[in-house]
């Protein structure tokens, strides 16, 4: 009900195309869609406060928020770990807080609101779309099209584009793979599912998610590089080199699908005095994670060959 | 050379060289023909320059953009007329749209009787589609002299109209193991049409090979009369000089068709999208571009894509959004963007003083002053401004629930095809007083 009337105040054809305006319109409102985008002024047009709060130090990994309808007006109330990594990942979840301003304004009716989180699978689907529109905020499609025409998706490029828009690893891989038409990325590390398994180069997630329609290639959780031939990801890993193929066949369920992809990674964390700074901040790099590789793949019929020029330019030239 | 003897057919390399040698040709070795006013013809009455039979052939059809330094193709208009074409369609609106010339070649004002080569192509009748046959001849027998599709019918050798079709027919061949096409012309406009005939003509024979899976070759290009009008002389002068000053192509590289996905297949998407673009244009704005263009990405290879993005291109224009044309000038690649005028994401867009307001500040959650950001019909664009304009006389703010009271009055009203239309002043204040009443009365 809730986000029908929401679908309805912005015109989209969905409760996220909806967020995606809701969040573009504020971004033009603002100025400030330039990256790295500033989320003080959106806060400062949208009336709502910001509220610190220093977390326990057993949850001192988690970033998180929470908005509160307060006697003074609305309020985010920003769990604060200390850990000086995680600001990235708070960034994401300061922009993640104005998405449910935004439909808290748009509702603007009891009934309509409560509707949002009426169920799981209601709350689900609201964090969810706050979740785009943190993206949407931090990352601005338009300005991240711009960026990848000046930056490949080798490591280097990477590095680039993570000091460009000052979001997470995760953040930006995900909106990457939204972003590039006929593409997605999937991510890699080296585990086991069970003790009988062998440890080894493992999907641990695909972005975006499985979809019947379109043509984005998608590999389930737990897939090994047998799915892939040449196995790329695997030889990336080895060589610490990124490794583009422009005729990598995807095998899944006795079907396969030709494809152009490239496996690369972000590079090692920098020394402090190579971070870059923000708003008179020195932005650190997350927390080191496990080595992981990124498969960032295209179907090759529908995206053409020229995709791989966007992946990784040297090559194309 | 007698008299009017049309020069052998030329060989030019693409559609720039064709355009201006046709062009000096016409004006140097053209006879002189007036026409009589006797017809419903847009030409009647009128002067031209004109050689019977002439033809060109264009031995790399894809340079299929004239890039001439004193007249170039207005792309997205090019476009539109691809897909006007495709979609079998006779209406002016939707041309029009585009195109506001077209409506000249109408008879009653709703259909271009005679231009409708897509139609007349793909739809002449239910279940008659010339195109697929000639695609299903070529590949059942390499060598068949049948490809051809008919744009003249009988009908037009009679009937009496502003427009009866200036193309005649198309004829496709596999000949040394390439796509050769022919178009025949009956008459053609050489300074006004012909680049936009060389540019829809070759794009359709450039699909016939894509989906035979055979190389393109050339196109002949053969008008029985190509014609230069008298108020066009000029004009059509300086083109033929500004090649003549070069004699060499600048037009930038277009990139070869794909034959996966099938070609047919990709136009029946474009066609689509381009009838969701135009109904929805007055909405297109900085806000909902990125909507607009992940629906045309996410169905279309890159090769297509770019034609839809072209077509957004105009209406983001249209609208003057100049975050919509910053977001498109992202995306729209060579050699497109090139072709495109300098200040086509641009020009003619004043900056505006102030940035209309999507989400204000409210300075108490429960009387909010204004949260105003919909979806850009028409009528919701005027009703805002109603309420700018209200906001500056009162010197009042709005509240947002009298806001969304207004706005559902209006929605209520409109008819579902009404939303195109402006809320005016003494409706708006009506309105206004009825659901302050209303308010007042608790």
């Known amino acids: ?23 573009a319109a504020l971004l033009e409102t603002c100025g400030t869609e330039k990256p ?6 959106l806060f400062e047009k949208l009336g709502v406060r910001i509220k610190k709060v220093r977390r326990e130090a057993k949850h001192a990994n988690q970033a998180g928020a929470v908005l509160l309808a307060a006697r003074e007006g609305l309020t985010v109330c920003l769990y604060e770990s200390g850990a000086k990594s995680n600001w990235r990942r708070q960034r994401f979840t300061l922009a993640h807080e104005i998405g449910h301003v935004i439909l808290l304004r748009a509702l603007n009716d009891s009934a309509l609101i409560e509707s949002l989180d009426s169920s799981p699978a209601a709350h689900r689907q609201l964090e969810s779309l706050c979740d785009i529109a943190a993206s949407e905020i931090l990352l601005p499609a338009r300005a991240v099209r711009n960026a990848l025409r000046k930056f490949d998706l080798t490591p280097s490029g990477l590095a680039m584009l993570y000091d460009l828009f000052l979001v997470s690893k995760e953040a930006l891989v995900r909106r990457l793979g939204a972003i590039m038409p006929h593409s997605a990325v999937v991510k890699w590390q080296i585990y086991s599912r069970s003790d009988n398994e062998k440890a080894e180069m493992r999907v641990v997630r695909s972005f975006p998610g499985y979809s019947r329609e379109g043509s984005r290639p998608w590999l389930p959780v737990g897939c090994s590089t047998r799915h892939l031939d040449p196995p790329i990801v695997q030889w990336a890993a ?6 583009l193929e422009d005729n990598l066949k995807i095998f899944l369920r006795g079907r396969s699908q030709e494809c152009v992809g490239l496996a690369t990674f972000f590079p090692s964390n920098r020394e402090p005095s190579r971070q870059p700074r923000f708003e008179g901040f020195e932005v650190p790099d997350e927390a080191d994670s496990r080595a992981e590789i990124l498969l960032f793949v295209a179907d090759k019929v529908m995206a053409g060959g020229a995709i791989a020029s966007d992946f990784r330019r040297e090559v194309a030239k | 050379m007698r008299d009017n003897e049309p020069p052998l057919p030329r060989n030019v390399a693409g559609a720039d060289e064709a355009y201006a040698l046709t062009l000096a040709d016409v004006l140097g070795k053209g006879q002189i023909c007036k026409q009589g006013d006797v017809s419903a013809s847009v030409g009647s009455g009128k002067e031209s320059k004109e050689i019977l039979n002439y033809a060109t052939v264009l031995e790399h059809p894809r340079e299929r953009l004239v890039f001439n330094d004193k007249r170039r193709l207005n792309l997205p208009g ?3 007329r691809f897909v006007w074409m495709m979609a079998a369609s006779d209406r002016l609106a939707d041309i029009a749209f585009y195109e506001e010339k077209v409506k000249y070649f109408s008879d009653n004002g709703i259909a271009v009787p005679g231009s409708n080569y897509g139609q007349r192509m793909l739809s002449p009748r239910p279940g008659l589609n010339q195109l697929e046959s000639v695609i299903r001849r070529l590949r059942g027998d390499p060598s068949s002299r049948r490809a051809a599709i008919s744009i003249f019918q009988a009908e037009d050798a009679v009937r009496e109209s502003k427009d009866i079709p200036c193309t005649f027919g198309l004829f496709f061949h596999i000949r040394g193991g390439v796509l050769r096409a022919t178009t025949l012309m009956r008459s053609n406009n050489a300074f006004v049409l012909l680049p936009y005939n060389l540019f829809e003509f070759s794009l359709l024979a450039e699909i016939v090979a894509a989906e035979l899976g055979v190389p393109l070759g050339p196109l002949t290009h053969q008008a029985v009369s190509m014609h230069i009008y008298a108020s066009d002389y000029n004009n059509a002068q300086e083109v033929a000089e500004a090649w003549d000053a070069t004699k060499q192509s600048t037009t930038p590289k277009i990139p070869e068709m794909p034959n996966r996905p099938g070609p047919l297949g990709q136009v029946t998407e474009l066609v689509i999208l381009e009838a969701h673009l135009r109904h929805g244009s007055a909405g297109v704005n900085a806000r909902n571009i990125e909507e607009w263009i992940e629906r045309g990405a996410a169905k279309l290879h890159p090769y297509w894509a770019q034609l839809y993005y072209l077509l957004l291109l105009h209406v983001a224009q249209k609208n003057g ?44 959650e429960s009387q909010g002053t204004k949260i105003v950001s919909i979806y850009s019909t028409r009528k919701v664009q005027s009703l805002k401004n109603r309420v700018s304009e209200w906001e500056k006389e009162s010197k009042r703010k709005m509240s947002w629930s009298q806001f969304s009271k207004i706005q559902d009055v209006f929605m209520e009203r409109v008819a579902a095809r009404d939303l195109d239309s402006e809320v005016s002043r003494e409706e708006f204040l009506a309105v206004v007083k009825m659901t302050a009443d209303k308010e007042d009365g608790g």
């Open chain 1, 1 to 23: 009900m809730g986000l029908q009337a929401f679908c309805q105040i912005y015109g989209g054809g969905s409760p996220e195309a909806a967020m995606r305006v809701a969040c």
């Open chain 1, 36 to 41: 790295p985008v500033p989320l003080k002024p």
């Open chain 1, 238 to 243: 080895s060589q610490r080199e990124p490794v």
């Open chain 2, 78 to 80: 090019a476009v539109a």
């Open chain 2, 321 to 364: 959004d100049r975050g919509a044309l910053a977001s498109l000038e992202t995306l729209i690649k060579e050699p497109w963007y090139s072709y495109l005028p300098a200040g086509a994401f641009t020009a003619g867009i004043p900056v505006p003083n102030e940035v209309p307001t999507a989400i204000e500040s409210p300075q108490d």
